[in-house]
């Protein structure tokens, strides 16, 4: 498998890990996932060492796991410390453990080879930030996370797949600035409409009535960390000579993509907004919109990778300027997979 | 993929290709067909050479195609005539078009290199002839076409397979005769049955009550092209000496075989007789019978698809005489295959 | 494909045999069996010699089928004894006959290469004594028949995966005895319990309520013939010196462990009691229990295939004491797969 090793990916939300076995797979590897009494987020290898079982279809002890096949039993730092029929526990009895890193409301697991830089974990404040409010949720996507990549880092498909919900026509007709951070290792890309129509997305999450000015400001860090910084205003509202930008809408939207295996993904994603933070209604609303707009990227995303499975080999595309920070992407995420 | 490229193959009935996006694949080629304004029928490639959007997934605007993804646009000819977020459209792009010629009511497609001679292309002049009534439809087959010209140029199988439809104990009984022309490339096959037993096909449709003489007289063009010419008359009933047959019956059944991938293949068929032209309930009679026999062989031949599937490599047959129009098939396929 | 041939295997329960065609896969072999008028059981391979065919989907005439596709005709003993079209049989038109050997109400075949041995199929009287009542099935495993020899070779997983069933704690506290006798081919594993807590499976059906002696002395004849000589008594009673035991419950539980593909087994299963004989509660009771045991079983090793079909190559298991009798087993089996 050609998945880009010595990375940290999000293994899921923090709530997500709990009193329950939790069980995910991450580029190939299956993981179990549970939360200590003490609160801690554990990350084990989801095979027994004796004959493979998976710990996820097991039961816990306390905080160790007793496998459901033959009772072999871990502790949270994957060494086994009790196996049935004897009092020795072999040497080698031990599951390997992932190192994790709960920030941001997010579960990072290291893939790779030995305890990864927790410093080099890009950063989403907003998902706990008491001035957003955030809707999020995660889709299962039957396609290679390349292709949600792609799709992501060229938003005029909103126009098109996205039309009634995000996409305008001024999205696919607005140039592009792509530039690209090689020793940060991230990617921008930016759109700024001005005067342009305002989608039933953000028209009825803000109450907007006219004409706006819309920025999709992305940046993007490889392998899978998506983020696109929304700014909505009227028409000619402009952040002030200090910087001060309270009149305009933010709208902090994100996706974690997350290869589970080579053609399938974790499409992580959530939207959080620094305006109307209390109003439920705002929120199921954006909740509601943005998994169909999700949803409707995992069906097209989907169909795609049936095509790629059935088409000859050497199949060539055909890239224009709207693909700038996609191919960007792919010659990192190039590198990255070949280390 | 081994198929008998350079050939015309039928990829739709006319009534299929109108105003929406009909997808197809024809020898593993995906294609998308429509109908122009004007009246034309267009065939094709059902990918967008942006970034394989499958076009027949997407929408038309007047003659043209505006992909559903990121809004590449299409005239008939292939040419693309728009892309977003810039005025020039890149040169190469372009999907290829298929030569398409619609003549008795088929749509023929011409599946390899340059342009084709449409004068190559069979004729069944019985589906739009006022002296003929045709029902039909088509079936998709989950096995490989090969397996349903074997079954369509040996009809003993009716006999055992199609037994209260079309078989009787004759038709296994009754010896063929076989002749191929190898320079216009077509298999004949003939059975002529004397004062035999009339099938409920035969007699529910005609209304002939007692026994019957029973011509089974087939032609087949390879690839796929497949005409059976049945005459049913009351025993001793001979065509006159000016060639006059006006007392028999004749039903022109056909089926178009066409492979949709290695394993799969569109199964058209249709039924044209020359008598109760107007009479709904003969049609609707030979429509469900027909319909009923052509699903018990796709039955039939699903199951020999998963046989050949799980069997080992080098399995042998066995033929015996009953056979000999079908590997003269297979001899004159195999040479066109490996063109 | 990998499988031990020249060997018996349990193709179906005898009553499973009657005047229908029955089909089943026997280590990749398709096989279709049938009884005759004289009431024997005929096993043939499931292949018209024509077109492949499955004979187990066409239809009897007397003792003889009648290929369902174009009426090639079989005699209980492979010949071929028609074929329409022509008068002459070809000498070749034969299907492979399997010799059957029904015995102990199991119905077994000799895979392989000449006639096989009758006398060296193991016995399991018990299926037709009058002493002993049973109740039995078969459930279909969807994976490879050495993930049952194992589970079944270690019952220490009583107490994780059939607990409230037939597991209880000391199941897997019990070290066992193992013996191979490598001149017959037979794996032996023992496990004696003294004075320990009966699970509901014996207390119900035997009527004990308290403590009670177990012994579970297992039988196991590779490829897949396994034997469970279960006892069950109240604590002390023993043996007499005479080895009279009717003061104890004996049960025998059997199982074949045949495969069908690579990647899934027929998981033939039956317990025989001697004691409530006639007692139609207890045989609904054990038959339900019994059951549900085996699709738990059913249930773990279904995902345990789908792990092995996942996993990188060269995986390691690590073994324990507990795993001695299933690694005999498997060196057993691998010598006889290399034949």
Known sequence: MVFARNQWYVAAYGEEVGDGLLARTICGEPIVMYRTGAGEAVALADRCVHRRFPLSESNRDGDRIVCGYHGFTYDPDGTCVAVPG????????????????EQDSLIWVWIGDGEGDAAAIPRAP???????????????LAARYELLVDNLLDLSHETYLHAGYIGTPEVAQTPITTETDEEAGVVYVSRRMKDVECPPFYSESTGIEGRIDRWQDIEFHPPGFYLLHSRIAPTGVEPGPDGD????FHVEVGYAIVPETETTTHDFWWVARDFALDDENVSTFLRDSNRTVVLQDVVALNKLEKVIASEPEGYQELSINIDTGGLAARRMLKRLTAR
């Open 86 to 101: 004897q009092a020795r526990v072999p040497r080698t009895a031990r599951v390997p453990a992932y190192r994790v890193v």
């Open 245 to 248: 930008d309270s009149n305009a």
């Open 126 to 140: 907003w998902l706990e930030s008491p001035d957003y409010t955030t809707v999020r949720g995660m889709e299962p």
